[in-house]
């Protein structure tokens, strides 16, 4: 089961990341100072511009221009230092050597930071090794390192070029995704053991939309409140495939009423995305108020009371968010709580800071990475030194490329990167045999190619790899090099190179399996503080939580998609027993139900009017608290039995006992925490046997 996974991830080719538009500005990027610097009879120096173009290409995507900007930007400028630093301290070995250590030291602690940054890391000391053997005196350091930031800096303003006529492309786009998404969950509900639904849409989402915190312009604020609207639907749609499926026949309205929203929702999302205006749906909003007048004939039985209140809330949410999607600017009050500007520089550089701080340790799966990274580094230069092979700066770039945190990716990677190179320089001899290419046809192929690695290449890392090889063998062609050398190097590097990566990765592992309890634990984390929030709302209603909620909602999703890749990580690695795989999906699914309790908990506080929190809820909601903490805690290597934990049964009985069961909201709640009392008790249960 293990190699055939590994042989699934190996062979996979995502049609999904295939990307011509953003393919064919990056090679243009590469090509035109290629062709400029022929022209002008320096093809050395339009050469060093092309790779600085081909560097910072790989920061470039489909995300906001604002994101997009400031990644670019960053590896424009990492990548110019590289190449001067490089350049200049080349014929420097010992200095040269401990630089590449430092530098894949740092590349391998930014994985603690954030995949951009790490992204960043890896391409700045790829970099750094390359330019390391070319031994330049400091004026030329110097102007190589402007050339390489000139690529970077024009393949960053081909990226951005059409920001001032696209400028919200990107986020109307991410918003259109989690329209569609919410839309087939209310036609499909939402099982209860699965993820909350259009959870990774709306991460993405989010995340896609923080760089308009800061924009004041109407159009943001649109965007914005539908980001907003969406989330309260989400919360609304959920509780009412809840009680659609309690109820069943008894309340057919609401299987109606989902599916007038599924409806309404895919017209928002079909007009977010051809940004043209929405259909206003007057018939399906008229039929969804009709079903909430049905409901009220039958208000005093408490189910079908939610339901009604839930439709009702659910029809002004689409209503407004038809009205978002229909106009360019803000078209009466939307009451909207903006999410917090981006920290100042010196809070997010503190972050980062303490972050790294707090994974210096062997604990760390960062830390073992960064170690071994540049360990393995100063190893393949050592070997290339030693060994005295043509181009030999190939050997240790060859391990920069293919070493990662993960089993999974280090392997597949590894096995692409040997095959990739291999059928890559058979394609190069092929074309210099058979086309024997003149300058112009060298440019034009490196163009082909380069078009090729950006637009395949995401798709498959081994396409990625075989045009990469190509275009390299060209690019050293174009300055004169012979290509039957420059293809004799690259094999030979790259397969010694390969070897010493995955041999350091099997020698000193790290393992998913050693990470997955903590990855658990801080999954639990987030639930904690998000419950808390939830609490502290019911227990001071005169107050408002809005802000602390939408806090807490984020890391949650983090956490959980963490933990589901981590999952699918850990069924690729070898000796993952299937009994510990499925054990981790029986927590996966009733974390899922206590989450989902959660959110309908949450939804609880904008359908049922504010009253005094009952003393039985302070003490059930605390023992929740002190549940999920201790949980964590035995994820963590506490020894925790399951004695030491509270009775939440019993807790919930004294609190469906307690208040007056016709008041509202003290019926959600009933509702609600007997679904988290099950679904925590279950999730006790597994996880204290998972650790034993």
């Known amino acids: 089961m293990t190699r055939k996974a590994l042989w699934q991830t190996v062979t996979r080719f995502d049609r999904a990341k295939i990307a011509p538009w953003m393919a064919l500005r990056n090679a243009l990027g590469v090509a035109l100072p290629l062709a400029a610097g022929a022209a002008l009879g320096d093809t050395g120096g339009g050469l060093v511009m092309s790779t600085g173009a081909l560097n910072v290409s790989f920061s470039d995507g489909a995300d906001p221009y604002a994101h997009r900007a400031r990644r670019m930007l960053a590896s424009s400028l990492c990548c110019a230092l590289a190449v001067f630093a490089g350049a200049l301290t080349g014929h420097l070995h010992a200095v040269a050597i401990a630089e590449a250590a430092v530098c894949a030291f740092g590349a391998g602690m930014m994985v603690a930071v954030s995949a951009t940054a790490a992204d960043i890391g890896a391409v700045t000391l790829i970099t750094l090794v390359v330019f390391s053997a070319q031994e330049m005196a400091p004026k030329r350091a110097f102007v190589a390192g402007l050339l390489a930031l000139g690529g970077g800096l024009l393949q960053t303003a081909l990226a951005l070029a059409l920001w001032p006529v696209r400028r919200y492309a990107p986020e109307r786009k991410a918003l259109a995704i989690l329209y569609s998404e919410l839309a087939r969950a209310a036609a499909a509900g939402a099982p209860p053991t699965e993820a909350p639904p259009a959870s990774a849409q709306m991460s993405a989402a989010q995340t896609a939309l923080e760089a308009l915190n800061g924009d004041r312009s109407l159009e943001a604020e649109r965007y914005l409140a539908l980001l907003s609207q969406a989330e309260r639907m989400r919360l609304a749609l959920l509780t009412l495939s809840r009680l659609r499926k309690r109820m069943g026949a008894d309340a057919p309205e609401t299987a109606r009423a989902m599916s007038l929203a599924s409806e309404i929702l895919a017209a928002i999302g079909a ?132 070493l990662k945190p993960d089993f999974t990716s280090t392997f597949s ?157 850990l069924r690729s690695e070898p000796g993952a027993p299937a009994s510990r795989l499925a054990a981790l999906d029986a927590i996966l699914a009733n974390s899922h139900r206590f989450i989902h309790a959660a959110m309908s908990l949450e939804a609880g506080l904008v359908r049922s009017r504010p009253v005094p929190a009952r003393d039985s809820f302070r003490v059930f909601t605390s023992h929740i608290d002190l549940t999920l903490y201790y949980l964590a805690a035995s994820l963590r290597g506490s020894k925790i039995a399951a004695a030491d934990l509270p009775n939440l049964r019993e807790d ?17 709640v009933n509702v609600e925490t007997d679904r988290i009392t099950n679904s925590l008790n279950t999730l006790t249960e597994e996880i204290l046997a998972w650790e034993r």
């Not at 994974?359 to 100063?378: K, T």
């Not at 690259?490 to 592992?509: Q, S």
């Open 271 to 402: 007009s977010l995305d051809s940004a043209t205006p929405a259909e206003q749906h007057v018939e399906c909003a008229a039929e969804l108020q009709e079903l909430s007048e049905q409901l009220r004939a039958r208000d005093s039985v408490p189910m079908l009371h939610d339901a009604r209140a839930q439709i009702e809330a659910l029809a002004g949410q689409l209503r407004s968010a038809l009205d978002l999607a229909g106009h360019v600017t803000l078209a009466g009050a939307v009451e909207f709580e903006r999410h917090e500007a981006e920290q100042p520089w010196r809070l997010r550089l503190a972050g980062a800071v303490a972050l790294l701080r707090a994974n210096l340790q062997l604990d760390s799966a960062a830390f073992r990475h960064a170690v071994r990274l540049a360990v393995c580094v100063v190893l393949g230069t050592l070997v290339g030194h030693v060994l005295d092979w043509r181009r030999s700066y190939w050997l240790p770039m060859t391990i920069a490329i293919i």
């Open 652 to 668: 919930h009985r004294a609190l469906a006992a307690s208040g007056d069961p016709g008041v509202e909201r003290y019926a959600l």
């Open 413 to 569: 990677r590894g096995l692409l990167r040997l095959a990739g190179t291999l059928a890559g320089l058979v394609l190069a001899t092929g074309l210099f045999h058979f086309l024997a290419p003149g300058l112009a046809a060298k440019v034009a192929l490196i163009a082909v190619f380069a078009f090729v690695i950006r637009c395949y290449g995401p798709a498959n890392y081994g396409v990625l790899v075989t045009a990469l090889t190509a275009l390299v063998v060209l690019m050293f062609a174009v300055i004169g090099s012979a290509p039957a050398a420059v293809i004799v190097a690259r094999g030979l590097n790259t397969a010694v190179g390969g070897a010493i990566a995955l041999a350091a990765y099997w020698l000193w592992p790290t393992w998913e399996r050693a990470q997955i309890s903590e990855t658990l634990a801080v999954m639990l984390d987030a639930y904690r503080a998000y419950f808390r929030a939830v609490r502290d709302a019911y227990l001071e209603p005169e107050k408002s939580f809005a802000l602390q909620l939408d806090r807490a909602r984020k890391p949650g999703r983090l956490a959980r998609s963490n933990l589901e890749a981590a999952s699918t990580r």
